[in-house]
């Protein structure tokens, strides 16, 4: 099992960047599949990047790609989300999220493991 702690949301204006951690405590850290996904008001929980087992093994939902950047940390068990160029419509909850194995999953229902989440609010 793994536990899952984020941090790092908050208040930014539009064009802003905020960078997420999200730090696991537990069994083997490199064995999971890190995912950071988001929850906005009224919607269900989207998938927003993934990062396997090295940080050249990467994935982006669409609207994200080429401003967000998911890294891992194996020797610190730490995930990032740094996040550039921040939309009033990337408002949401962040979780972070684990799965075991190395696939890809960009399911909610795949992952076994949540964090409480981390509120970002980008302001116009």
């Known amino acids: 099992q793994v536990q899952l702690v984020e941090s790092g949301g908050g208040l930014v204006q539009a064009g802003g960047s905020l960078r997420l951690s999200c730090a696991a405590s537990?069994?083997?850290?490199?064995?999971?599949?890190m995912t950071w996904f988001r929850q906005a008001p009224g919607k269900e929980r989207e998938f927003v990047a993934t990062?396997?087992?090295?940080?050249?093994?990467?994935d982006y939902t669409d609207s994200v790609k080429g401003r967000f950047t998911i890294s891992r940390d194996n020797a610190k068990s730490m995930v990032y989300l740094q996040m550039n160029s921040l939309k009033p419509e990337d408002t949401a909850v962040y979780y972070c999220?684990?799965?075991?194995?190395?696939?890809?999953?960009?399911?909610?229902?795949?992952?076994?493991?949540w964090g409480q989440g981390t509120q970002v609010t980008v302001s116009t």
């Open positions: 999220a684990a799965a075991t194995g190395l696939s890809l999953r960009v399911l909610s229902a795949e992952y076994a493991y």
């Open positions: 537990g069994d083997s850290f490199s064995r999971y599949t």
């Open positions: 990062v396997r087992w090295s940080n050249s093994n990467t």
